[in-house]
């Protein structure tokens, strides 16, 4: 079973979905990615999807469950790169990724992120 490699740069975890991903190796990504993020601390996860042409609801569900594990270990998903036919058969599907954010490509993601903290940290300082 091939593993989806986990970067990080800085505080941010990029994942970069390069291969079909089938039921075991998304499992296998949501373990290594939640270690990963209390491991290093992350604030950030992007998701790069651009190498993704086909979804179907087990994809769908699993970005989801992602953003939702990163959230509970105080770091927010992004993801980037989403073809129009993705969009579109994510919305047929009945899948809105709720609590998903996307940006059309890893450098909107990165300014996203860093958006998302400066906007984290001046709520804070009220």
Known sequence: MERVPILKLGDILIV?????L???SVLAL???LSEKVVATGARGVIID???VEIVDSFIGRMLA????????L???TIVVGMRPAVAITLVELGLSLGGVRTALNLEKGVALLN???SSQTSAAAW
């Open 65 to 72: 469950t992602i953003a939702a594990i990163s959230r509970m």
């Open 49 to 51: 999807i651009t190498a």
């Open 22 to 24: 089938q039921d075991m």
């Open 30 to 32: 949501q373990e290594d």
């Open 74 to 76: 105080d770091a927010e």
């Open 115 to 117: 958006q998302i903290e």
């Open 16 to 20: 970069s979905i390069q291969i079909d």
